[in-house]
């Protein structure tokens, strides 16, 4: 069966805590946030993810989305607190309550194409290093930086640190999604655009790097960029997996340029909602307009 995007990593039940101490729970995850982007800007999406007996019912916001969903069995489903220190989300502690089983390439059934795989992880562990090259030959790579840095101490509480691996596989990695702060762990540099190229120098073919004023993108050489414009942070929570599964979406059939206006303008009208995106591409298509004229 073919698909234009297969997504792999663990769906999350997130508990949400605002800079104010109000409490939410809801069903999280990259998965969860890049389907719905995704979908709803056309493409065709497989999401293959991990989770206990029992959490079908919790899942079905996942199906509706998905062309097709496989749910894999794990002795438990992940789940991970986040406090968010400041109103508009930019800061935020973050503990790993329970975790899933990671993933191992055989994973991705052997009858699935798709133009391009998504490793959408969240953590260190949830997909291995080793799945980068092992699916190369099956679509192109698109990979997170969060899921390759982001790691659990023994409390739980999720750090980042370095990706140790960054020399070896970004020579097979197509499309590389990090945010600022992640760019800069991975280059040492605080400069965008100069991580971005870095990261490039390295193997990367296309680099995305979000910030919270906007996104730019590195392809052959050449910078392409477009603002957030939201007008208001609600749902600013999976800016960045949203923002990289429109682009992907886009760019099956469009260039850099448009990929990444249309991006940040699907993004942008996400955050003035919680929850996943849920707007149509001709919302987008409108924003996008008026966004050019400012």
């Known amino acids: 069966m073919d698909f234009d995007i297969a997504m792999l990593g663990h769906v999350s039940k997130d508990i949400i805590v605002d800079h104010l101490g109000a409490e939410t729970r809801l069903l999280g995850g990259a998965v969860v946030q890049s389907c719905a982007a995704a979908a709803r800007a056309g493409a065709k999406v497989l999401v293959v993810t991990k989770a206990a007996a029992g959490e079908a019912a919790s899942l079905e916001p996942l199906r509706r989305e998905a062309a097709r969903l496989i749910v894999l069995p794990s ?36 009858e699935i194409s798709a133009r391009i795989i998504d490793l959408a992880g969240l953590f260190v562990g949830e997909l291995p290093d080793s799945l980068i090259e092992e699916l190369k030959g099956r679509g192109r790579i698109a990979a997170d930086a969060q899921g390759l840095l ?25 499309f590389f999604k990090t945010d600022a702060a992640e760019a800069e762990i991975l280059t040492g540099l605080k400069d965008r655009e100069a991580a971005a190229r870095t990261l490039a120098s390295w193997g990367a073919q296309e680099v995305m790097v979000t910030h919270n004023s906007e996104v730019i993108v590195l392809v052959e050489g050449r910078i392409f960029r477009a603002p957030f414009t939201p007008a208001n942070l609600s749902g600013r929570t999976g800016r960045g997996d949203t923002t990289f599964a429109s682009y992907l979406t886009r760019r099956l059939d469009h260039d850099p340029q448009d990929a990444v206006r249309f991006a940040a303008a699907l993004c942008s009208i996400k955050m003035e909602k919680p929850g996943p995106f849920s707007g149509s591409i001709g919302e987008v298509l409108e924003r996008m307009e008026r966004d050019a004229k400012r």
């Open 75 to 110: 002795p438990e489903t992940t789940s991970i607190l986040n406090v968010f220190k400041t109103a508009d989300h930019e800061r935020r502690d973050t503990k790993l309550l329970s975790r899933a089983a990671p993933f191992v390439a055989s994973d991705l059934p052997a």
């Open 150 to 174: 982001r790691r659990a101490d023994p409390s739980g509480a999720m750090l980042f640190a370095d990706w140790e691996g960054k020399r070896r596989y970004l020579p097979s990695v197509d």
